[in-house]
């Protein structure tokens, strides 16, 4: 092989190479919210609004202690001089903490099965995020499936008795965060970006929390060691996950990022049926099953285009 040719041949696989760390990455970060409810058992004597207020805080620890560890404070520091990457942040923070808070909310209220069902239409919205604005080619299966996924929203409308709100604010929240995320781009690392997210959210988040304190309404300090630390571990197990995301989402595009989440959803169903056991009248299931005639469409057209991923491009 000559220099030429071993040169294309290299610079012909790092789009794969890329590609093929973007869907371990994204594989970990989906499985990991999947399990995530299971965690909120062990944290529900506080409210949503305190586990959320102490799970931005106890995040931005634990990415301070990672910015440390991998040297990377000069590239956070140069992100905050980045006006145009911290406005978009600012944004993608904003909309991260709706999807805490109602995701929180759901599990802790006996609606961990519509959380779920926010997350299977979240696919949906992602592809039609990457088509509306980032001008992605939207195949024959895709429309296919976002039918279905419509026909499953007028289903469940019915079903509920009103519209579900919560499922659509958890997938057109973590959606726009997704769509936010790609439009940064490879201005920031997955580290820099999160630590900048949640720096930017601490300031709201511990007065909140001191507010809690000083009105003797908070767990967080008064319900004892054990429960201070697990409220604690709220910062590994949601930056790990959310670090995953970040990286996955600068090397994959929307319509293919869309195609991983469906492992968390599936999770987030069989921890709600399983462990929650939170009832599903016929009605809901005909709704939740043309979500899954959505899911399993979107699947086979992953199959059937394994050489369509590519690396997301920063605009």
């Given at each position: 092989?000559?220099?030429?040719?071993?040169?294309?041949?290299?610079?012909?696989?790092?789009?794969?190479?890329?590609?093929?760390?973007?869907?371990?990455?994204?594989?970990?970060?989906?499985?990991?919210?999947?399990?995530?409810?299971?965690?909120f058992l062990t944290v529900s004597l506080a409210s949503p609004w305190e586990i959320v207020a102490s799970r931005i805080v106890f995040s931005l620890v634990f990415c301070m202690?990672?910015?440390?560890?991998?040297?990377?404070?000069?590239?956070?520091?140069?992100?905050?001089?980045?006006?145009?990457?911290?406005?978009?942040?600012?944004?993608?923070?904003?909309?991260?903490?709706?999807?805490?808070?109602?995701?929180?909310?759901?599990?802790?209220?006996?609606?961990?099965?519509?959380?779920?069902?926010?997350?299977f239409i979240n696919p949906l919205v992602s592809i039609a995020l990457g088509v509306i604005f980032l001008k992605e080619k939207l195949r024959t299966l895709q429309w296919v499936a976002i039918g279905f996924g419509l026909a499953a929203v007028i289903t469940l409308t019915f079903a509920y008795g009103n519209v579900p709100y919560i499922?659509?604010?958890?997938?057109?929240?973590?959606?726009?965060?997704?769509?936010?995320?790609?439009?940064?781009?490879?201005?920031?690392?997955?580290?820099?970006?999160?630590?900048?997210?949640?720096?930017?959210?601490?300031?709201?988040?511990?007065?909140?929390?001191?507010?809690?304190?000083?009105?003797?309404?908070?767990?967080?300090?008064?319900?004892?060691?054990?429960?201070?630390?697990?409220?604690?571990?709220?910062?590994?197990?949601?930056?790990?996950?959310?670090?995953?995301?970040?990286?996955?989402?600068?090397?994959?595009?929307?319509?293919?990022?869309?195609?991983?989440?469906?492992?968390?959803?599936?999770?987030?169903?069989?921890?709600?049926?399983?462990?929650?056991?939170?009832?599903?009248?016929?009605?809901?299931?005909?709704?939740?099953?043309?979500?899954?005639?959505?899911?399993?469409?979107?699947?086979?057209?992953?199959?059937?285009?394994?050489?369509?991923?590519?690396?997301?491009?920063?605009?």
């Amino acid at each position: 092989m000559t220099q030429t040719q071993s040169t294309t041949s290299t610079k012909a696989s790092e789009p794969s190479a890329e590609s093929t760390r973007g869907l371990v990455q994204g594989l970990g970060a989906y499985g990991l919210w999947g399990l995530m409810p299971l965690y909120f058992l062990t944290v529900s004597l506080a409210s949503p609004w305190e586990i959320v207020a102490s799970r931005i805080v106890f995040s931005l620890v634990f990415c301070m202690i990672l910015l440390s560890l991998t040297r990377n404070w000069n590239s956070f520091l140069a992100l905050g001089r980045d006006r145009k990457a911290v406005v978009r942040l600012s944004v993608a923070s904003v909309f991260i903490s709706i999807n805490w808070l109602t995701y929180t909310y759901a599990v802790l209220n006996g609606h961990a099965a519509e959380a779920a069902l926010g997350y299977f239409i979240n696919p949906l919205v992602s592809i039609a995020l990457g088509v509306i604005f980032l001008k992605e080619k939207l195949r024959t299966l895709q429309w296919v499936a976002i039918g279905f996924g419509l026909a499953a929203v007028i289903t469940l409308t019915f079903a509920y008795g009103n519209v579900p709100y919560i499922a659509l604010t958890l997938a057109f929240s973590f959606g726009l965060y997704g769509f936010v995320k790609n439009l940064v781009g490879r201005t920031a690392t997955a580290l820099t970006s999160l630590s900048m997210e949640t720096a930017i959210l601490t300031i709201p988040a511990l007065g909140f929390l001191a507010w809690l304190v000083a009105s003797n309404k908070d767990t967080v300090l008064s319900a004892g060691p054990g429960h201070f630390w697990l409220l604690a571990a709220s910062g590994i197990i949601t930056a790990v996950p959310l670090l995953l995301f970040g990286a996955a989402a600068r090397r994959l595009p929307l319509t293919t990022l869309g195609t991983l989440q469906f492992l968390a959803p599936i999770l987030q169903f069989i921890v709600a049926m399983v462990v929650f056991k939170e009832p599903m009248p016929p009605e809901r299931l005909i709704g939740f099953s043309l979500v899954w005639v959505a899911v399993i469409i979107l699947s086979i057209d992953m199959i059937r285009q394994p050489h369509r991923i590519t690396p997301v491009r920063a605009s």
